[in-house]
């Protein structure tokens, strides 16, 4: 089912593509992606020309190859995004299996905690957080993971309040089942399909929010090569005519994000067709 | 520590939120101050947006697999997956820039003279009756309100027209069609009241990403609200004005959540909270 669906199908390849490109980006990156030249910069493409044919998507404000930083910003975008996930995916797990599988109180504080952190907008949390932590990549990681995990708490209660109430766990409770057994082997692979398909939907979200981090400064110090750096940085050169540096950055956050918003909706669709919207 | 957060709430209730360290100017004054800016640039992009929204999503719906509910679709799918800052570069770039048809910063030209009753600019040159101070305000609302409506407006359109879908097929339409109805009326006054739940639920939560993505709006295009202020803050690590201003942007979306609890309760009452 999931192999007829063609947008899931495209965006899987859009995703696998930009994994390709992550591990070989050395090798595909046509230049050194922090080496500056001045003499060089803000220059065009090779739509311009032929001379131009050593940058082919032209040179930024200081005269670095934009494809290179485009490639390497793939890695620090698409890590960004997936390890801020697992950050989220963990704590989300944790508040979400305790409070659906203990319930009273435990349930009631922990829910308490996860409505204050819903009642911030995700950018404006990751902000405040980012503000007291300090800028840099690990931080903009954790700042988003704390950001997402609220969501994936509820996610994983409300299918463990299904579960908790169905008859094989309260089988497995009458032969003296421990706690952790139960949690362990009965209770998270029966959670894993909401999971899996709220994380993907999660990663195209969290680098989409890491972008915005590093367009507002707060994310990958420089030179570290980030999408979202990058368009802030051509963003006074844009008025200028240089229109490619904010372009091209722009676009690879939009196919990123594109692709794993198709494969997400692809896996909600074969795995858990009641989350459908 | 936590005698300083105790000293800090106790004048939190008392709505002193302390002195900017930048401008030594109390910080609820100048949200105050920037509130209207944000305020007008939200109102129309999601005025925009479920406009927009509702429009694409009811026609997609009742034409299912034509030309245009693919489109649509299509370009809802980009909008969902469009970074908010890199769209209204892109439009400033297009419409300011290349054709260079529309204002790309600011809120009025310095020229036009308004006075300031509201801080509401759209209101203000209404009320006294200014007509080149609206049309003007007009024209730099739309850029940065497109940018910050359109991702709203993709996730509505998509949201209407699955919701439509569902209530189309049931068979109180059927019923309604074989009474006679006009179409016109079966889908604007019987399908869509039924569909306008999920909706209603998707503007509320759509309101959270507005106030985020006022952050990146106002940034980009110099717009002197409260998301722009809030940047300047963290920026210039004014501790006063980022405690303040996140405070007053998370109170507000909380009191939009509210708003769209009682909607529900509103528009169907077997919803009740117990």
């Given at each position: 089912m999931f192999r007829k669906n063609k947008s899931a199908m495209a965006g899987l390849v859009i995703i696998l593509v930009m994994v390709v490109v992550t591990l070989c980006a050395p090798y595909l990156a046509?230049?050194?992606?922090i080496q500056r030249n001045?003499?060089?910069?803000?220059k065009p493409g090779s739509w311009a020309g032929?001379?131009?044919?050593?940058?082919p998507l032209g040179t930024d404000y200081l005269g670095r190859c934009l494809l290179s930083r485009i490639i390497w910003g793939t890695r620090t975008s698409l890590s960004v995004g997936f390890i801020a996930v697992l950050i989220s995916t963990v704590l989300g797990l944790l508040l979400g299996v305790l409070g659906g599988y203990f319930g009273k109180w435990i349930d009631t504080f922990l829910m308490r905690i996860v409505d204050v952190l819903f009642a911030f907008p995700s950018i404006l949390l990751s902000i405040a957080i980012m503000a007291a932590l300090g800028p840099g990549l690990e931080k903009a990681m954790i700042a988003i993971g704390i950001v997402y995990a609220p969501q994936m708490a509820r996610v994983v209660r409300s299918a463990i309040l299904v579960i908790k109430e169905m008859d094989y766990i309260e089988a497995e409770r009458a032969l003296g089942a421990s706690h952790f057994r139960i949690i362990w082997y009965h209770i998270l692979p029966n959670v894993l399909a909401p999971v899996i398909v709220y994380s993907t939907l999660s990663v195209a979200g969290a680098i989409l929010d890491a972008a915005a981090l590093g367009f507002l400064g707060l994310g990958a110090i420089p030179p570290t090569p980030e999408w979202g750096a990058m368009l802030s940085n051509s963003r006074q050169f844009l008025m200028s005519g240089a229109w490619w540096a904010a372009t091209f950055p722009g676009l690879a956050i939009v196919l990123a994000v594109l692709g794993l918003n198709l494969l997400g909706d692809g896996l909600r669709d074969a795995l858990d067709p009641r989350l459908r919207m | 520590m936590y005698i300083q957060y105790f000293i800090w709430f106790k004048s939190l209730v008392r709505g002193d939120l302390g002195r900017s360290i930048?401008?030594?100017?109390p910080v609820l004054e100048e949200i105050f101050h920037r509130f209207p800016a944000t305020l007008e640039l939200s109102f129309f992009a999601m005025i925009f947006a479920i406009v927009v929204g509702t429009m694409a999503g009811i026609i997609s719906a009742i034409r299912q697999y034509s030309f245009f509910d693919y489109t649509s679709m299509t370009v809802a799918l980009f909008g969902i997956s469009m970074p908010v800052f890199w769209l209204g570069l892109m439009l400033m770039f297009i419409?300011?820039?290349?054709?260079?048809?529309?204002?790309?910063?600011?809120?009025?030209?310095?020229a036009i003279p308004l006075k300031n009753l509201t801080g509401l600019y759209l209101l203000d040159s209404l009320l006294t009756m200014n007509w080149q101070a609206l049309g003007n305000s007009l024209l730099h609302l739309i850029l940065p309100g497109v940018a910050l409506g359109t991702i709203p407006m993709a996730i509505i359109a998509r949201i209407t027209r699955s919701s439509m879908l569902e209530v189309i097929r049931q068979d109180f339409i059927r019923t309604e069609r074989a009474k006679g109805l006009p179409e016109k009326k079966v889908i604007f006054r019987h399908a869509l009241k039924n569909a306008l739940i999920p909706i209603v639920t998707v503007i509320g939560m759509e309101f959270g990403l507005l106030l985020g993505g006022a952050i990146l709006t106002e940034t980009i295009f110099a717009w002197p609200g409260l998301g722009r202020y809030t940047v300047d803050a963290v920026n210039a690590r004014d501790y006063p004005a980022i405690q303040g201003s996140v405070l007053f942007i998370a109170s507000l979306f909380v009191v939009v959540n509210l708003i769209t609890d009682v909607l529900y309760a509103f528009l169907n009452p077997r919803i009740r909270y117990h």
């Open positions: 046509p230049n050194n992606p001045l003499s060089i910069r803000l032929k001379e131009y044919a050593k940058y | 930048a401008t030594h100017s419409f300011g820039l290349w054709l260079n048809i529309l204002p790309i910063s600011g809120r009025i030209d310095v």
